[in-house]
């Protein structure tokens, strides 16, 4: 059998270890090293996830460059160094190649760990922050901006192998049915590889939104129930395995969740909680009612919203992070606001805003990435619009959307919807259409029924306003945009 890493364009490389970056630690531990990481990066503005398995990449060779937020980081660390400096190798010297002929392609098996070593994703780091105009953005799957806009094509389009291109070395595994093959026990590589889908899915969720991506994301997650079917040689490998396969079990609920398949997520998320009440994952656990909190409210179902947000907050709390309590107060506070509580929901808002005023820690979970002030604007506003308060509802959805990262262009394009949408309700038509038209603006870009569920609740709205500034516009040109399939 071939190796998976033999290529024309690209041979085989040994690795090797990191000696300048290993010797500039000291003799700090791995995990007291990449806590100086994380501190460092809190005084530029940058949002890095080091911990101590990423600093042993660093040492072991794995990583040969970092991403632009890592290096912006190291270089404030050790002012005065270059990358050469602290033992990486020249940023164009791994870039990654762009994807093999199909006669190229290697046999059909679990993507092996050198494999997910030597390729582009993992040359360079791909797990935090990122610049979306970077040509070099190693998520920016290839390096040109020609390319670039093929990706974004395909993947608008639904185009499954450009989108498994996109999701990384675990999305191109075979599944072991289909190949009439066993899997063997799992490793060290196919554990990184799964943790990288998990960031891959989420990224591409951030851009692009879930409807283009939900059905391809269900691949890579029958492959780890697989692989745990299989079975590991190590504890530490089946842990990161199962945390990764409830992980990723929560990312693909997402992604039926935010594309109207309600029963898919239901599903998803259930899977995600018993993997962890199975492990005593209590982080797994926190996340997985923290979702099911939310879909219950979108479902319709209030109390259990409360429910739920409340067990997660008690799974939570020992974990020691305010923002994850923060994020889970908002939660319940969007039950409250489906039971028409307006009491229970202003508690609930005031705790989550305390909490989010305690600031970041080392204890917030990878996965709450996406927490910052806008999405605690947005989620408050939906409180508001919930409870009927469409002036106070549509105040915190415009400062949502003005402080949204660009790099969240499918949260954009959510804030600004529900923007629409109250103005509409709150007798303001022609913002609401000015606002509406932004979305749709926004709309090549995103698939989210979700939000063109909202958008067609606020044209509705609109219907009797056609006279108003920019309503016919508004209203002409959603009617004539494409609807998903």
Not at 153 to 179: E, K, N, S, Y
Not at 226 to 245: E, I, M, V
Not at 467 to 474: I, M, P, T, Y
Request: charged share 25%.
């Amino acid at each position: 059998m071939a190796s998976s890493t033999a290529t024309a364009s690209q041979p085989n490389r040994p690795l090797r270890p990191n000696l300048a970056f290993r010797q500039l630690r000291g003799r700090r531990s791995p995990a007291e090293f990449a806590a100086q990481v994380r501190r460092a990066a809190r005084e530029i503005g940058e949002r890095v996830s080091c911990d101590a398995r990423y600093i042993g990449r660093v040492e072991a060779g794995e990583i040969r460059c970092p991403n632009y937020a890592y290096e912006r980081v190291f270089l404030h660390m050790f002012p005065g160094r270059t990358l050469a400096d602290l033992g990486f190798a020249p940023r164009e010297s791994v870039r990654g190649r762009g994807p093999r002929p199909a006669e190229e392609a290697p046999a059909a098996r679990i993507i092996s760990p050198a494999y997910v070593t030597h390729e582009a994703p993992a040359a360079f780091e791909p797990y935090d922050k990122h610049d979306p105009h970077d040509p070099h953005d190693p998520y920016d799957t290839h390096q040109n901006h020609e390319e670039s806009d093929v990706l974004r094509r395909a993947f608008m389009t639904g185009g499954g192998a450009t989108v498994a291109a996109a999701l990384g070395p675990f999305a191109l595994t075979i599944d072991a049915a289909a190949a009439d093959r066993p899997l063997g026990r799992a490793g060290s590589g196919e554990a990184a590889a799964l943790e990288e889908a998990v960031r891959r899915i989420r990224l591409l969720d951030d851009r692009h939104g879930a409807d283009g991506l939900y059905r391809r994301a269900a691949a890579p997650l029958r492959t780890a129930y697989t692989l745990l079917d299989a079975g590991t040689t190590r504890q530490t490998t089946a842990d990161r395995l199962h945390s990764g396969a409830g992980e990723l079990a929560i990312s693909v609920g997402w992604l039926a969740h935010d594309s109207g398949r309600f029963d898919d997520a239901r599903s998803h998320y259930a899977e995600a909680l018993a993997t962890a009440r199975m492990t005593g994952d209590a982080a797994l656990e926190a996340h997985a009612f923290c979702n099911t909190a939310f879909l219950a409210r979108d479902a319709g179902r209030p109390r259990e919203a409360v429910r739920a947000a409340q067990a997660a907050q008690r799974v939570g709390r020992p974990l020691g992070s305010a923002r994850l309590m923060s994020l889970l107060a908002l939660r319940e506070a969007g039950g409250w606001a489906g039971l028409a509580d307006r009491t229970g929901c202003e508690q609930a808002l005031a705790r989550a805003q305390a909490l989010y005023a305690r600031g970041r820690s080392e204890a917030d979970p990878e996965w709450m990435s996406f927490y910052g002030e806008a999405e605690l604007e947005g989620l408050e506003a939906q409180c508001w619009s919930t409870l009927g308060d469409w002036p106070r509802a549509a105040r915190h959805a415009r400062r949502a959307a003005q402080l949204q990262d660009p790099h969240f262009t499918r949260n954009i394009a959510l804030y600004t919807a529900e923007l629409a949408d109250d103005l509409a309700r709150g007798g303001r038509p022609d913002a609401a259409a000015a606002a509406g038209m932004r979305v749709l603006d926004l709309l090549d870009q995103v698939q989210s029924s979700r939000i063109q569920t909202m958008l067609a609740g606020t044209a509705r709205v609109l219907l009797p306003h056609r006279r108003a500034s920019g309503v016919s516009d508004f209203l002409d040109r959603h009617a004539s945009a494409p609807r998903m399939a």
